[in-house]
């Protein structure tokens, strides 16, 4: 990954399914304007984030808000309506806000796209967790391996911070 502690997050748009099921567009600087969030956890309806990632999030909703978060954003390089239909199929309700970069524009300014063609997947994002306080980077942690959740587990990290 090309970001970094101490970076600004870039401007990029994310798209998310409001209430009423419509596509919306918002830029992630807006979604982390005065709050500390918790973003990361590529790979919509993959094992591993599936199994392990998302739920662990979900499941440690509360002790993150303990820890000041604000709010927890999920971001995969999928549609919004996988995204939507992913935080559905995980009962991520409200602790999760579920945001799609179909076109990789925030997953490439961030440096976290890998080449996943052989799989038949395509550029997707390496698996990541990031720590971010009003749209600058303080904590963030990247697998080494897509299909490993250690570092970027939701249980590791808030240890962590």
Same mark, same amino acid.
């Given at each position: ?16 399914l ?19 969030? !918790? ?18 999030? !979900? ?15 999920? !971001?995969a ?5 996988v ?26 300014? !961030? ?12 550029i ?31 249980e ?6």
């Open positions: 990954m090309r970001i970094k502690i101490g970076d600004k997050l870039p401007n990029s748009e994310l798209f998310y409001d209430q009423n099921n419509d596509v919306k567009k918002i830029d992630i600087s807006d979604l982390c304007e005065g709050k500390t969030i !918790i973003l990361g956890m590529p790979g919509a309806f993959t094992k591993t984030c599936s199994a392990l990632h998302l739920p662990g999030y !979900i499941k440690n909703y509360d002790l993150a808000s303990q820890k000041g978060i604000t709010k927890i954003i999920c !971001i390089v999928n549609d919004p309506n995204m939507k239909a992913w935080g559905e199929n995980q009962n991520a309700g409200n602790k999760i806000f579920m945001a799609g970069d179909p076109f990789l524009k925030f997953t490439k300014a !961030i440096g976290a796209e890998v080449d996943k063609s052989e799989k038949g997947l395509g997707r994002s390496n698996r990541y967790t990031m720590l971010v306080e009003n749209g600058e980077v303080k904590k963030v942690e990247e697998e080494k391996e897509t299909a490993t959740c250690e570092l970027s587990s939701a590791s990290f808030l240890k962590s911070i």
